[in-house]
């Protein structure tokens, strides 16, 4: 462009020169377009110079290599200082893990499990993990063992938990989390931490991928949630560097909880803009069936299905660091549950969330023995009732956040885009501010 410049100034100078009168003008005309030309040579260099700085400090906007390795560090201690207070928190190990067991799941959501173990490598597969090459995947175990019997042997990076309300979805990928983060923490010491990439936690109801590319809004929520990775020390533009050199993991929660439609486009985006990274899933059965007849699937993903707990180990869970008279207690509610199998209380305490709320009910759970209602959605009732008592002993406060929690439900419920099982706090001061029980 410099060099077009110079020329048609050229062009127009000699225009001048020879068209000009011959009684001195010329000679003006050619005193003009030496100074034009002088000019434009001017500004030629200055634009030369404006170019090579803006390159320069176009190339700066990157963050260098070993800044994106000190904020991958600085994730994995951030993430797991946060979500080790958050098993601790929802009871997830306390006393111990729920023995919930996953098996692969149907070939109505899931490809052939030998087919995953035989696929060949793609262009869109992450690292292989420090240790070794991928191994095969098993066709069940236990949750606990996730991250070596599935997470660190998939190829092409992909597995989806599947599972009914209360399954376990949520607290299986938070354990699943915590022994990558463990394993990251040990790459860093051998020196191996750019193969072990940082898992992060994202809640699919927050994307709208209509919107949004997979990638800007990971981007985009990762600087809201975790804005120490733009701190300076980490360069101008250290998630960038962590999404393209593989060095996190995405653990999407809820593709249940999104709206019909974009589950769809959500799974789509995903096969399509996930390259180099993996990925964990979680989401109901249904749903999630229902968005691969309307799309595109992951490319050779482990889908896995987790089972209902089995009276014995609901038992030996209920059982699990008990002592002395409230042991003798729950005693009675595990041989209850083993001699009757097929009733009431067996069939509901199958899920991590109801045998949770069992145990949240105190050391004396007579009224679990007492005559028990006909359906299993009335016990689910009675436990939630009594979780309440358990949380708020005073009536006066039971009574007031009864009140508060009714009024959440109802717009959660009722929301413009329709119902929703994700609550969004920032959505709460959108909400009409009447008193609950005026709505």
């Known amino acids: 462009m410099i060099g077009l410049g110079l020329l048609a100034s050229a062009g127009v100078w000699a225009w001048q020169v020879y068209s000009a009168p011959s009684d001195g003008s010329q000679a003006t005309a050619a005193g003009y377009g030496q100074f034009l030309l002088a000019l434009v040579g001017a500004l030629a260099l200055t634009g030369q110079g404006l170019l090579a700085w803006w390159r320069r400090q176009r190339v700066r906007q990157v963050s260098t290599p070993e ?36 098996e692969w799941a149907g070939d ?33 175990g236990l949750v606990t063992r996730l991250h070596d019997q599935v997470y660190a042997r998939l190829r092409h990076g992909r597995l989806v938990l599947i599972g009914g309300p209360g399954a376990g979805k949520t607290g299986a990928m938070i354990l699943l989390m915590l022994e990558a983060l ?7 010491l051998d020196g191996q931490r750019a193969r072990e990439p940082v898992p992060v936690w994202l809640t699919l109801g927050s994307w709208n991928p209509n919107e949004q590319t997979l990638r800007d809004w990971v ?17 101008p533009d250290a998630i960038t560097g962590l999404l393209d050199g593989g060095r996190v993991a995405l653990f999407l929660d809820g593709l249940d909880e999104m709206p019909d439609r974009l589950r769809p486009r959500a799974l789509q985006r995903l096969a399509g803009e996930a390259a180099g990274l993996r990925v964990v899933l979680t989401s109901r059965p249904g749903e999630y069936r229902a968005a691969l007849q309307d799309g595109e699937g992951l490319p050779y993903p482990a889908v896995v299905d987790l ?5 014995p180990a609901a038992a030996e869970y209920l059982l699990e660091g008990r002592t002395g008279s409230s042991r003798q207690l729950w005693q009675q509610v595990a041989d209850r549950l083993q001699a009757d199998p097929g009733g009431v209380l067996a069939q509901v305490l199958t899920t991590p969330l109801a045998l949770s709320l069992a145990r949240a009910v105190g050391p004396d759970p007579s009224w679990l023995l007492s005559p028990q209602p006909a359906t299993g959605q009335a016990l689910r009732d009675q436990l939630w009732d009594q ?9 006066r406060e ?8 009714a009024w959440i439900a109802h717009h959660m419920n009722t929301r413009p885009g329709g119902p929703t099982r994700d609550l ?6 959108t909400w009409t501010l009447s008193t609950p029980g005026q709505n």
């Not at 089972?307 to 009276?311: D, I, K, L, R, S």
């Not at 039971?398 to 929690?405: E, P, Q």
């Not at 969004?424 to 001061?429: E, G, L, S, T």
Request: charge should be negative; glycine fraction near 6%.
């Open 67 to 102: 800044q994106v390795g000190a904020a991958a560090d600085r994730l994995a201690q951030e993430m797991t200082v946060f979500w080790t207070d958050q098993v601790a928190a929802r009871g997830i190990q306390t006393p111990a893990p729920v023995r919930v067991r996953w």
């Open 108 to 140: 109505d959501v899931a490809p052939d499990r030998q087919e995953v173990n035989r696929s060949p490598s793609l262009g869109t597969d992450p690292l292989p993990l420090p240790g070794g090459a991928p191994g095969e995947v098993l066709s069940s």
């Open 182 to 188: 463990h394993h990251h923490r040990r790459q860093v």
């Open 219 to 235: 981007a985009a929520t990762l600087a809201q949630n975790c804005s120490y990775l733009c701190a300076v020390d980490f360069g």
């Open 307 to 311: 089972q209902p707990v089995g009276p």
């Open 387 to 395: 979780a309440l008592v358990t949380a708020y002993p005073d009536q």
């Open 398 to 405: 039971r009574d007031h956040a009864t009140s508060w929690l």
């Open 424 to 429: 969004a706090w920032w959505h709460i001061p």
